[in-house]
C-alpha cells in the first residue's frame, strides 16, 4: 500500500524559508513522478510542483517560480519542496501526491486527477 507522509510545516515570517519533505513507502519510488500542491482556505487544490521520476524535469506554478525549487531523492524514497522567499499568499495546506501508473522518464502530471495517492498534509503559515 502506497503511504504518503509529508513533514516540514509550520508557522515562518514573510521572507523566511521552510522545507517540505514528502516520504514515500509501499512501491519502486524512482518509477513515478512526484507532486506538491496547495490548498488555502476557499481556494481551489493547486499545483505547486512537479519533478519527473528521475528528476530531470520540473514543473512550478508561475507564482512560485524563483522562489521555491522542488528535488528528490530516490535512494531515500523522498521529494522536497524547498520555500524561500516566503509570501503571506503562500499559507496553506500542502500536499505531496503520486500517479498511481509509471509515468514516462521526463513526464510531469499537472493535473489533479492524474494523481491517485495523496498525503495527509502539513500546514505551511506565513505571517505577514
Known amino acids: 500500500q502506497v503511504q504518503l507522509v509529508e513533514s516540514g510545516g509550520g508557522l515562518v515570517q514573510a521572507g523566511g524559508s521552510l522545507r517540505l519533505s514528502c516520504a514515500a513507502s509501499?512501491?519502486?519510488?524512482?518509477?513515478?513522478?512526484m507532486g506538491w500542491f496547495r490548498q488555502a482556505p476557499g481556494k481551489e487544490r493547486e499545483l505547486v510542483a512537479g519533478?519527473?521520476?528521475?528528476?530531470?524535469?520540473?514543473v512550478y506554478a508561475d507564482s512560485v517560480k524563483g522562489r521555491f525549487t522542488i528535488s528528490r531523492d530516490n535512494a531515500k524514497n523522498t521529494v522536497y519542496l524547498q520555500m524561500n522567499s516566503l509570501k503571506y499568499e503562500d499559507t496553506a495546506v500542502y500536499t505531496c501526491?503520486?500517479?498511481?501508473?509509471?509515468?514516462?522518464?521526463?513526464?510531469?502530471?499537472?493535473?489533479?486527477?492524474?494523481?491517485?495517492?495523496w498525503g495527509q498534509g502539513t500546514q505551511v503559515t506565513v505571517s505577514s
Open positions: 501526491a503520486a500517479p498511481r501508473t509509471v509515468t514516462a522518464l521526463y513526464r510531469v502530471p499537472m493535473y489533479k486527477h492524474e494523481y491517485d495517492y
Open positions: 519533478i519527473s521520476r528521475g528528476g530531470g524535469n520540473k
Open positions: 509501499g512501491r519502486t519510488f524512482s518509477r513515478y513522478a
